[in-house]
């Protein structure tokens, strides 16, 4: 490439990061951002008149300092804000909500030979000094989370650095945490207020027309420039598991898929037994855990053997989500349904960050069914049982689900016509074929045998349980697919309805 006919941006998107294409959105963000800049140092120095004229003229670049940005996972928005934070006279702040996504965007701008400085809590006032000495001396780059922006020193403090920029990563957080447990989220306008920041920019990857307005109303009053991709990641492959025993199919699909493996845990324990299984199953190391309840130093040993890994299989809570940028997974698994859509969409957003094809599973069960269900239609909840049990493309109810476009589909079971019997499938199936001859005891030892035959087709070994059969009968009785007969059959189970 003839780099005379190169941009500055171009240039130091393939000089400081090694990017040799910046994707058309990625380009437009940037643009926004220089471009609004060059507004606010040119209206710096008109006078008031001057600066009348100038707003009514040049309305567009007024308000794109303020932007809300939607790219899907993987689409590089990082980059949207560290390019802009080398050419910008004075230093970027950028706003996470996790240490861990801290200390992964700490790596990530230290390979590229750029300094930064992480603002978190239990620093002292000397290494609180220290940091802002290496500002004042050109770290150009500032990272901290809403807690610690929330104390008045800190913020008279940055007040002095002149900061140009705050981008917001994971923007979604200000709405779905910030009416809940991360209060601070909600003083985030306030403090970019204090500060003058002439511009912001809020990043997600997934927010519903609901939460774009609530980010739009929290961060910015309502006005507000929004950029919008295309929400589909085409090269993420989705299909939906109905399954009882759901450990049984997480040891299946670790088998039978590809690695790096990421399996999302609904709790710290469910990730702590999820991992012991699969090292039980298929060797010690095989697996570890990650959550928020790890010490520090834990968290970042399972971080670096993950990220290196090439077969490892991670089970996480929801702490390892948001942004941890390891490029070649393969395979995202829910052992439980996140508690949105959206939540959904950023966690398999994990997998194929590298442009590779890559699968997300949902392991959806009875109980999960009976569960959404009890949310109002067409709220954010609720999309989550529209989308495990729908019979048209998975991938469009995900991008109804964020008002987004229609597509063709690329890939996911429904469109594909992948069958997977479950295993409540089946147990039923016996049951209606079999009325009135089962009691509870006939039938788990029944499903015991022929659940293992099942699996040994494939693991090579007998995974399913008493325990696990027991789940089933029980998720079927409950769902009211099968009960109990009475008068003569008195215990022997009959089948009622397959409708969900």
Same mark, same amino acid.
Request: proline share 2%; with cysteine; glycine share 6%.
């Given at each position: 490439?003839?780099?005379?006919?190169?941009?500055?941006?171009?240039?130091?998107?393939?000089?400081?990061?090694?990017?040799?294409?910046?994707?058309?959105?990625?380009?437009?963000?940037?643009?926004?951002?220089?471009?609004?800049?060059?507004?606010?140092?040119?209206?710096?120095?008109?006078?008031?008149?001057?600066?009348?004229?100038?707003?009514?003229?040049?309305?567009?670049?007024?308000?794109?300092?303020?932007?809300?940005?939607?790219?899907?996972?993987?689409?590089?928005?990082?980059?949207?804000?560290?390019?802009?934070?080398?050419?910008?006279?004075?230093?970027?702040?950028?706003?996470?909500?996790?240490?861990?996504?801290?200390?992964?965007?700490?790596?990530?701008?230290?390979?590229?030979?750029?300094?930064?400085?992480?603002?978190?809590?239990?620093?002292?006032?000397?290494?609180?000094?220290?940091?802002?000495?290496?500002?004042?001396?050109?770290?150009?780059?500032?990272? !901290?989370? /809403? *807690? @610690? #922006? +929330? %104390?008045? =020193?800190?913020?008279?403090?940055?007040?002095?650095?002149?900061?140009?920029?705050?981008?917001?990563?994971?923007?979604?957080?200000?709405?779905?945490?910030?009416?809940?447990?991360?209060?601070?989220?909600?003083?985030?306008?306030?403090?970019?207020?204090?500060?003058?920041?002439?511009?912001?920019?809020?990043?997600?990857?997934? !927010?519903? /027309? *609901? @939460? #774009? +307005? %609530?980010? =739009?109303?929290?961060?910015?009053?309502?006005?507000?420039?929004?950029?919008?991709?295309?929400?589909?990641?085409?090269?993420?492959?989705?299909?939906?598991?109905?399954?009882?025993?759901?450990?049984?199919?997480?040891?299946?699909?670790?088998?039978?898929?590809?690695?790096?493996?990421?399996?999302?845990?609904?709790?710290?324990?469910?990730?702590?037994?999820?991992?012991?299984?699969?090292?039980?199953?298929?060797?010690?190391?095989?697996?570890?855990?990650?959550?928020?309840?790890?010490?520090?130093?834990?968290?970042?040993?399972?971080?670096?053997?993950?990220?290196?890994?090439?077969?490892?299989?991670?089970?996480?809570?929801?702490?390892?989500?948001?942004?941890?940028?390891?490029?070649?997974?393969?395979?995202?698994?829910?052992?439980?349904?996140?508690?949105?859509?959206?939540?959904?969409?950023?966690?398999?957003?994990?997998?194929?960050?590298?442009?590779?094809?890559?699968?997300?599973?949902?392991?959806?069960?009875?109980?999960?069914?009976?569960?959404?269900?009890?949310?109002?239609?067409?709220?954010?909840?609720?999309?989550?049982?529209?989308?495990?049990?729908?019979?048209?493309?998975?991938?469009?109810?995900?991008?109804?689900?964020?008002?987004?476009?229609?597509?063709?589909?690329?890939?996911?079971?429904?469109?594909?016509?992948?069958?997977?019997?479950?295993?409540?499938?089946?147990?039923?199936?016996?049951?209606?074929?079999?009325?009135?001859?089962?009691?509870?005891?006939?039938?788990?030892?029944?499903?015991?045998?022929?659940?293992?035959?099942?699996?040994?087709?494939?693991?090579?070994?007998?995974?399913?349980?008493?325990?696990?059969?027991?789940?089933?009968?029980?998720?079927?009785?409950?769902?009211?697919?099968?009960?109990?007969?009475?008068?003569?059959?008195?215990?022997?189970?009959?089948?009622?309805?397959?409708?969900?």
């Amino acid at each position: 490439m003839d780099v005379s006919f190169e941009d500055s941006v171009s240039i130091i998107a393939r000089e400081r990061f090694g990017i040799k294409y910046l994707y058309p959105w990625q380009r437009l963000v940037v643009a926004n951002i220089l471009e609004a800049y060059d507004y606010y140092r040119m209206m710096k120095n008109l006078s008031e008149s001057e600066k009348s004229k100038f707003e009514y003229e040049n309305h567009d670049s007024f308000c794109s300092g303020r932007q809300i940005v939607l790219l899907p996972t993987g689409a590089g928005k990082s980059l949207c804000f560290q390019i802009p934070a080398v050419i910008l006279d004075g230093p970027t702040l950028v706003v996470y909500p996790l240490l861990a996504l801290m200390s992964d965007q700490q790596r990530r701008l230290e390979e590229c030979n750029i300094d930064c400085v992480v603002l978190k809590g239990g620093q002292s006032r000397d290494e609180r000094k220290e940091l802002f000495e290496r500002v004042q001396n050109g770290t150009k780059v500032i990272l !901290a989370n /809403p *807690e @610690v #922006l +929330e %104390n008045d =020193s800190l913020l008279s403090s940055l007040k002095t650095l002149g900061i140009c920029h705050v981008a917001i990563d994971e923007a979604h957080c200000v709405y779905e945490w910030g009416k809940s447990f991360r209060r601070s989220y909600l003083s985030l306008n306030k403090v970019l207020i204090e500060l003058c920041v002439p511009l912001v920019t809020a990043f997600t990857a997934t !927010a519903s /027309p *609901e @939460v #774009l +307005e %609530n980010i =739009s109303r929290i961060l910015f009053d309502g006005e507000v420039h929004v950029v919008r991709s295309e929400s589909d990641r085409e090269n993420i492959h989705y299909y939906v598991r109905y399954s009882s025993a759901k450990t049984k199919d997480v040891l299946f699909l670790a088998k039978t898929e590809q690695k790096p493996m990421i399996v999302f845990c609904g709790t710290r324990k469910k990730s702590e037994d999820m991992a012991r299984d699969l090292n039980v199953c298929f060797g010690e190391g095989t697996s570890l855990f990650y959550h928020a309840g790890l010490q520090k130093s834990e968290k970042k040993s399972v971080e670096e053997w993950f990220y290196n890994s090439k077969k490892g299989i991670l089970c996480a809570t929801c702490a390892y989500g948001m942004g941890v940028d390891k490029k070649d997974i393969k395979t995202v698994v829910h052992l439980e349904p996140p508690s949105t859509v959206e939540a959904y969409i950023q966690e398999a957003g994990r997998a194929g960050r590298d442009g590779s094809i890559a699968k997300a599973f949902m392991l959806w069960s009875l109980e999960d069914s009976k569960k959404f269900g009890a949310f109002g239609i067409n709220s954010r909840e609720r999309m989550v049982k529209e989308f495990a049990e729908t019979d048209t493309c998975r991938r469009q109810v995900l991008l109804d689900a964020l008002g987004a476009e229609k597509t063709v589909c690329s890939g996911c079971d429904v469109c594909d016509n992948v069958k997977n019997t479950s295993d409540w499938e089946i147990t039923y199936s016996i049951i209606k074929k079999n009325r009135n001859f089962y009691n509870e005891m006939e039938i788990e030892e029944r499903i015991f045998s022929d659940m293992n035959v099942r699996y040994r087709k494939s693991i090579e070994k007998n995974i399913w349980t008493h325990a696990d059969s027991v789940e089933v009968i029980r998720q079927l009785k409950e769902s009211g697919k099968i009960k109990e007969a009475g008068l003569l059959w008195k215990g022997r189970l009959r089948a009622v309805s397959l409708n969900p």
